[in-house]
């Protein structure tokens, strides 16, 4: 479409899990010292390889965001963190990351937590394969989702009733659109 942003699936996924945050806000938390500390609005760190490292820009408010937003804006924050033109308050205060590293045809890995975040999602690469339905044996597109949780903050169940949730949404990408 003409004059629409380029929406990628990482795009998807990030709206998916900001939507997801909002039903399950014990994974949008951090442990803060002796306390856990639940947010109400998901800024979500979006990890951006770099040739000497890893950055993390953050979406702000994403889950208040519609999908063609998010598109714009996290390609603007990887564009700038790979030219170096991130701004400080750009770099920190994500409540939830998300690394994706289908790009590099990498099918499923074990993120590592941002401290003080609790948790991290970790995203393959999307693969045809053989899937079998009611209607019998097809070809489905499948991505592995992988969630890592500080479990100070939140118990396995948790993260596992989110992750039900991310999915349902990523398996009907539609609710996505409103």
């Not at 993260?159 to 349902?168: E, H, P, S, T, W």
């Amino acid at each position: 479409l003409e004059g629409q942003p380029k929406i990628s699936v990482n795009d998807f996924v990030v709206r998916a899990c900001a939507l997801a945050l909002r039903q399950h806000p014990g994974v949008n938390a951090s442990f803060q010292g002796e306390t856990i500390r639940v947010f109400h609005r998901a800024h979500i760190g979006i990890a951006v390889a770099l040739e000497d490292g890893l950055i993390t820009p953050v979406l702000r408010d994403a889950d208040a965001k519609s999908l063609g937003q998010i598109a714009i804006e996290a390609r603007d924050l990887a564009e700038r963190a790979r030219s170096r033109k991130l701004r400080v308050p750009e770099m920190s205060g994500a409540t939830f990351s998300i690394s994706n590293l289908g790009m590099f045809d990498v099918t499923e890995f074990s993120a590592i937590i941002n401290p003080p975040e609790g948790a991290i999602l970790a995203v393959g690469t999307v693969r045809a394969l053989p899937v079998v339905t009611d209607a019998g044996l097809g070809v489905g597109r499948r991505m592995m989702l992988t969630l890592s949780c500080d479990h100070r903050v939140m118990d396995g169940a948790m993260g596992a009733r989110f992750l039900q949730d991310v999915r349902r949404l990523l398996e009907e990408p539609l609710r996505l659109l409103v």
